[in-house]
């Protein structure tokens, strides 16, 4: 089974549209960590933010913002006034007992 | 912030000939390093474990004689792909675990581009 899902492979909005990033996690841990990369044309995967279990609460920064729920199991990326800058893979991932699961990816294209 | 340092970024070959690509932490020690394998338009796919000072992991269906990974030290582990063919072509990418940090977190290198004409 697959420990991270992201169901939307490929999303395209329009530039300053708000585009949501979906990501369903499995674990029986307790303790874990969900991460978010971003991954440009040009390969290097940049880091977006790190989430611990204990800490539920949602995250802005700048125009991204982050839902963290484990009643559903859920940790969501939402970008706000997406921008063509935007546009690029973008993979959640869980961390658990020394263990790194990637998401398959949902590439982003943001339409001038 | 911790540093993972890949080199070369992209490199082209023959066909038959063998490609290492190098994967360091610059500003802390990794017992433990990760190689992935992207394809174009697919996540990344763990290859094997690298491990200082012993033999790496190597993941079910990676050939072990086809991907040598050598971590003669804390800083330093290289993948060296023998012998490749065009279907080599591909992304990998390195990464380590800060263990001083607790995070759970891994610090990735810029990726390697390989092409195998």
């Known amino acids: 089974a697959q420990k991270v899902t992201q169901a939307q492979t490929e999303i395209s909005v329009v530039e300053k549209e708000d585009v949501t990033l979906d990501c369903v996690y499995e674990t029986r841990d307790t303790t874990y960590y969900l991460f978010w990369y971003k991954q440009p044309p040009s390969g290097e995967l940049v880091f977006l933010i790190r989430r611990n279990s204990f800490d539920e609460q949602n995250e802005i920064s700048g125009r991204y913002s982050w839902n963290f729920q484990k009643s559903t199991s859920s940790f969501n990326f939402t970008i706000t006034a997406s921008q063509v800058v935007d546009s690029a893979v973008y993979f959640c991932?869980?961390?658990?007992?020394?263990?790194?699961?990637f998401g398959t990816g949902t590439s982003l294209t943001v339409i001038p | 912030g911790a540093v993972v340092s890949q080199h070369p970024s992209w490199v082209i070959c023959k066909s038959g000939t063998s490609v290492k690509i190098e994967c360091r932490s610059l500003d802390f020690q990794a017992t433990t390093m990760f190689w992935y394998r992207q394809f174009p338009k697919q996540s990344l796919m763990l290859m094997a474990t690298s491990n200082e000072g012993s033999k790496a992991t190597y993941e079910q269906g990676v050939e072990k004689d086809k991907f040598l990974i050598n971590h003669a030290s804390l800083t330093l582990s290289t993948l060296t792909v023998t012998s490749a063919h065009p279907e080599d072509s591909s992304f990998y990418i390195c990464?380590?675990?800060?263990?001083?940090?607790?995070?759970?977190?891994?610090?990735f290198g810029e990726g390697s581009r390989l092409t195998v004409l």
């Open positions: 990464s380590a675990p800060d263990r001083g940090r607790v995070t759970g977190e891994l610090f």
């Open positions: 991932a869980l961390s658990e007992a020394n263990q790194f699961y």
